[in-house]
């Protein structure tokens, strides 16, 4: 299971910092405290108290608490990082005298996974794959083994029908950002994206005080189905991108839990949590400018990564240029050098073959002579002084001082010398 354990780590930090002790710490402010709530929020009602939660980013406050002066407190403003971050986040726990009511928010944490079979085969992963795909497997697989190891699951609780029509809506909603995201940054959205919830319901001991709680997740996840680019051996890459919504947990003593889920009590307690409008208008503003920092970096490093690529690609083309006109002057030399070796070959043939010819020609006692009226050469006796060719060209005649040019009715003869 190493997948889910990769989560652990983030989600314990998370659950021990929602039981932050009743005093005054470095982002926690208490109406207790000699300083007192800040003087721009209005008194809480009589039986109540009133908490100041301060984000130590910007030392301001970010949320006022309303909650039974009996009661305890213990939060704060979280920016959580890493493969599992999901950024700023409001991690508390309200809490009662005896503790066996509560309400607590734990922040969301967020996972990857896909079937990238080259990338886990010859890349470690920066963050390991978690294969989660619902509420309740995040529930049941990594959240409660880590916060409630001990606790009995009585029943997985899906979403009424209000709930899941409240949550086809966030899905449309979500769907419609991530076009709008998608359409601004030029890329095409993904190919799916779902919003899941559910809750599970829990019986355990306080004190020895049988207590029961609901726990709830949403969680956001998009993915696709994409062909593998880089390597095309592969199979097509399956990506899934999940996030939870922080976490609620509902306690009460057992047997009360429904009536406390459903009552005045809990909407008081949930209605007393309030944002700094100024505080959240100045978080917005900086993650804006961060996000716009972000891109600006980003799209320089593209920028940069083009224009390296580019070069290479110049520097490339050049390298091919050059390579192609050696490849086209060595083919030319090697052409040209065949060439002349053919030349050279045949010249030294032709040699062969006169010397030969002499060779036989004075083995036979004969010479050459060239037929005038023909052009051709042929080998005739050069045991004459004398040797005529026919006006027709087709006889020859040799003779040791005759001249058939002087013999009446011979014809015309012409006279041809040995080579």
Sequence with gaps: MKQIIALAPLLVALAFASYLPAQQNGSVYYSNSPDGPPPAQAAPPQGMRQIAVSDPKYNMTAYTINLPANWRFGGEIMRTQGCHGTGMAFNYKMESADSLTAVIQLAGVKWHWDNDIWTSQHMRPQCDPVEIASASDFLLNVLLPEVRPNAKIVAVVPPTAEQQRDLAAMEEKSRQ??????????????????????????????????????????????????????????????NLNCSTRPERIVRAPQGQLDAFLASQQLAGLMQGIQANQQWWMHDAQVVQMEIARDRQISQAAIAASWNSFN??????????????????????NL???????IAQAQSQQNAR?????????????????????????VALSNKYSNTFFSQDGT????????????VPGAGVWTSAQPH
């Design 353 to 377: 073959d006169a010397e030969a010819h002499r060779w036989i020609n004075f083995a036979g006692d004969k010479a050459d002579y060239t037929n005038s009226v023909t052009g051709q050469t």
């Design 311 to 332: 070069a290479m690609q110049r520097s490339n083309q050049a390298f091919y240029d050059q390579l192609s006109a050696s490849n086209r002057q060595f083919n030319q």
């Design 395 to 406: 006889t020859a005649i040799q003779t040791n001082g005759l001249n058939p040019n002087d």
């Design 177 to 238: 950002n991530y076009a709008l995201w998608s359409q601004q940054a030029g890329t095409q959205p993904p190919q799916h994206n779902f919003i899941d919830a559910t809750s599970v319901r829990l019986q355990y001991a306080i004190n020895g005080q049988p207590v029961e709680e609901l726990v709830s997740a949403v969680i956001d996840c998009y993915g696709g189905t994409n062909p593998n680019m880089f390597h095309p051996r592969y199979p097509p890459i399956t």
């Design 335 to 341: 052409v040209a050098q065949g060439q002349r070796s």
